[in-house]
T-cell receptor, first 120, second 113 residues
Framework: GAVVSQHPSRVICKSGTSVKIECRSLDFQATTMFWYRQFPKQSLMLMATSNEGSKATYEQGVEKDKFLINHASLTLSTLTVTSAHPEDSSFYIC????????????????FGSGTQLSVL | KQEVTQIPAALSVPEGENLVLNCSFTDSAIYNLQWFRQDPGKGLTSLLLIQSSQREQTSGRLNASLDKSSGRSTLYIAASQPGDSATYLCAVRGTYNFNKFYFGSGTKLNVKP
């Protein structure tokens, strides 16, 4: 299956600093990537849809200036948490939508391994 | 708005037992449904994908069914093993917004040796 690489896997930072998380598609081109946030024992919450070469689409309630998304190439999307605060501590996961059936148009979601962000 | 519910939230079974995980969704206008496995502190691994026109999909000891009209999907795990211990999530993709995937909160499975 398609491989989505996400780095770093864990970040501990001081309040007020910015943190960048990278999501790479290793063996395919991803025109669209998704960024999710997951709190302990809860499901994934879609934060934004990252589109290569254009602005990201943010979900309602997600601050665009807080969570900067850049999708400058077909294999890389980045999420920058600016001026991080303790309430931003969470598990962040990226995913890419991959077409697995040319004839049927079937698409699957493949996920990165996630980034645990802890803001002190 | 689509809502996805997974029951039970947690399940503990002895090794070798067959088990069923449930996923229900409120809007039957779905494009597909996907089952994932998540290990602690890790990302999600895709297990099975069922298109809206399909009734079930099988992979090894896993079998997923879909009843779109009743808004339900089940994931059947045969002959469970300790290595199956993880959280299992289902995600529904809507027909009208292809970028929207609605996730359930997961079922945490513990298979005891």
């Amino acid at each position: 299956g398609a491989v989505v690489s996400q780095h770093p896997s864990r970040v501990i930072c001081k309040s007020g600093t910015s943190v960048k998380i990278e999501c790479r598609s290793l063996d395919f081109q991803a025109t669209t990537m998704f960024w999710y946030r997951q709190f302990p024992k809860q499901s994934l919450m879609l934060m934004a849809t990252s589109n290569e070469g254009s602005k990201a689409t943010y979900e309602q309630g997600v601050e665009k200036d807080k969570f900067l998304i850049n999708h400058a190439s077909l294999t890389l999307s980045t999420l920058t948490v600016t001026s991080a605060h303790p309430e931003d501590s969470s598990f962040y996961i990226c995913s890419a939508r991959v077409k697995i059936g040319e004839r049927t148009g079937e698409e699957k979601l493949f996920f990165g391994s996630g980034t645990q962000l802890s803001v002190l | 708005k689509q809502e996805v519910t997974q029951i039970p939230a947690a399940l503990s079974v002895p090794e070798g037992e067959n088990l069923v995980l449930n996923c229900s969704f409120t809007d039957s206008a779905i494009y597909n449904l996907q089952w994932f496995r998540q290990d602690p502190g890790k990302g999600l691994t895709s297990l099975l994908l069922i298109q809206s026109s399909q009734r079930e999909q099988t992979s090894g000891r896993l079998n997923a069914s879909l009843d779109k009209s009743s808004g339900r999907s089940t994931l059947y795990i045969a002959a469970s093993q300790p290595g199956d211990s993880a959280t299992y999530l289902c995600a529904v993709r809507g027909t009208y917004n292809f970028n929207k995937f609605y996730f359930g909160s997961g079922t945490k499975l513990n298979v005891k040796p």
